[in-house]
């Protein structure tokens, strides 16, 4: 199951969420939708950071009955990109949410040898989604 935490106003897909999810993992995920101001300071509390970023994903420890993790997207980077890219800001919060719920499931583009980024384009392609930002910078 995914708990939805909205701090915007944006409705996401949450039946194409827990379809994406449910292909990796029958854990709770946590997932936050929020804004600019508010992701900056997570990710300058957590990684150091202090800019906003579109997504990061806090995976939990791994116990038996615990969530996956936590996935917060920030609405205002998911606007920005789907004008940017010429796609709609759905499309753009699904990429988003794939990219988030692999770092929690373990991968790492900045480490791994493109073991994400392939996992990244099965789901692209599963569910007829455009490129996303990982696609998108790692395949030029």
């Given at each position: 199951?995914i708990e939805?935490?909205?701090k915007?106003?944006?409705?996401?897909?949450?039946?194409?969420?827990?379809k994406?999810?449910s292909?990796?993992?029958k854990?709770?995920?946590?997932l936050?939708?929020?804004d600019?101001?508010?992701i900056?300071k997570?990710?300058?509390q957590?990684r150091g950071?202090?800019?906003?970023?579109?997504?990061l994903?806090?995976p939990?420890?791994?116990?038996k009955?615990?969530?996956?993790?936590?996935?917060?997207?920030?609405?205002?980077?998911?606007?920005?990109?789907?004008?940017?890219?010429?796609h709609?800001?759905?499309e753009?919060?699904?990429?988003?949410?794939?990219?988030g719920?692999?770092?929690?499931l373990?991968y790492?583009?900045e480490v791994?040898?493109?073991?994400?980024?392939?996992e990244?384009?099965?789901?692209?392609?599963?569910?007829?989604?455009p490129e996303s930002?990982?696609?998108?910078?790692?395949?030029k």
């Amino acid at each position: 199951m995914i708990e939805i935490e909205k701090k915007v106003e944006f409705q996401p897909d949450e039946t194409l969420l827990s379809k994406i999810a449910s292909k990796y993992t029958k854990k709770d995920i946590e997932l936050i939708i929020t804004d600019n101001d508010d992701i900056q300071k997570l990710n300058a509390q957590f990684r150091g950071i202090d800019k906003a970023t579109d997504v990061l994903s806090f995976p939990y420890e791994k116990m038996k009955n615990a969530p996956l993790g936590t996935i917060v997207i920030s609405i205002d980077k998911v606007n920005a990109l789907a004008e940017e890219l010429g796609h709609s800001p759905r499309e753009e919060f699904i990429l988003l949410f794939i990219h988030g719920l692999l770092h929690l499931l373990g991968y790492d583009h900045e480490v791994d040898n493109g073991e994400m980024r392939s996992e990244e384009e099965k789901l692209i392609r599963l569910f007829r989604l455009p490129e996303s930002l990982i696609v998108r910078s790692e395949g030029k």
